[in-house]
């Protein structure tokens, strides 16, 4: 493996304002918000445009993302207006310092995942892990699952060491999934001895492509309880209405999307009602599968003219 110093460079007066922190109150946390291969209703993304959006936020650490990028299969988006490139949405990874809602500082890693050279991306952050005596590493995204909007979200826990996740239930057996490289960056720590956790909230899976906040003030209050951050997550709270109201009437426009809707309803009360089975499903029932459901909702909001909501 090549240097990992190679592909990121760090604000050296910014570093030397944290080392004197981190030698006078210990260690940050490290939060791990990158753009990857499955953030559904961009639960991540949103958590991230939240935090540095409305806390003091100043760049520590800049990848080379020319050095990390497949630009021929995730090409950056370019605006052209009328005769002229007006705007290039240039792809970005940084570690900033952000301050929160009682002025701690903690670590926030975002922007776009990797496609290449995963191995060296992680040992770079390892080098920024040990550099700062990061204290835990946290990773929040969402992932779709079979549940309905209309009953409250949950979260799959999982970390390095089974203390860091032993007031979570366990949602799943052994399964196998692509990895990512925030998947693979926890998996490394833990074996270098760092305390690494994360976060995949579950998102209904017929609202996965469009942005759901309610996902990201879930995973936001999870990384609070977690770290003792004060991350104003309640800041969602409006949005995440707004959002479930233009849902619900969506679905009210539709019978057979509602018929949907119950279904799941009672799927995911009949889970409640044996949560101490190992497998997701309580009982075996006729429910639609995720690209029927999807289908569906398709079908339904052709149908719709002129609507201004969040496109299911």
Known sequence: MRDPNGIYSVDDDVARDLTEHVRSGGGP??????????????????????????????????????????YRSRRPMMTFDASTWSDYA??????????????????????????IQWERYVAAVRQLVERFDVQLTVGVHGIPMGVP????????????????????????????????????????LGRWG?????????????????????????????VQRATGL??????LEAAARETLDEVERQVAGSEEVAAVVRALEEQYDSFTRAIGRTNLLAETSDIPTA???GAEFERFLAQ????????L
């Open 29 to 70: 946390v490290l939060l791990h918000l990158v753009r990857g291969f499955v953030d559904a209703g961009s639960a991540g993304q949103l958590a991230a445009d939240h935090l540095t959006a409305n806390f003091d936020v100043t760049r520590l650490a800049t990848f080379d993302v020319d050095q990390l990028l497949d």
């Open 90 to 115: 240039e792809p970005a990874l940084v570690v900033d310092v952000v301050r929160d809602a009682e002025g701690v500082p903690f670590l926030l890693l975002h922007g776009v995942e990797p496609d």
């Open 149 to 188: 909007h209309t009953r409250p979200l949950s979260v799959t826990a999982h970390g390095t060491r089974a203390e860091l996740v032993e007031d979570h239930v366990s949602w799943f057996g052994t399964v196998q999934v692509p990895a990512s490289a925030s998947a693979v960056l926890e998996y490394r």
């Open 194 to 222: 760092h305390d690494a956790m994360g976060f995949a909230v579950h998102v209904p899976h017929y609202l996965a492509q469009s942005p759901f906040p309610q996902a990201s003030l879930i995973a936001l209050e999870q």
């Open 230 to 235: 004060a991350l104003d997550a309640q800041a």
């Open 291 to 293: 690209d029927e459901l």
């Open 304 to 311: 719709q003219q002129g609507g201004d909501g969040p496109g």
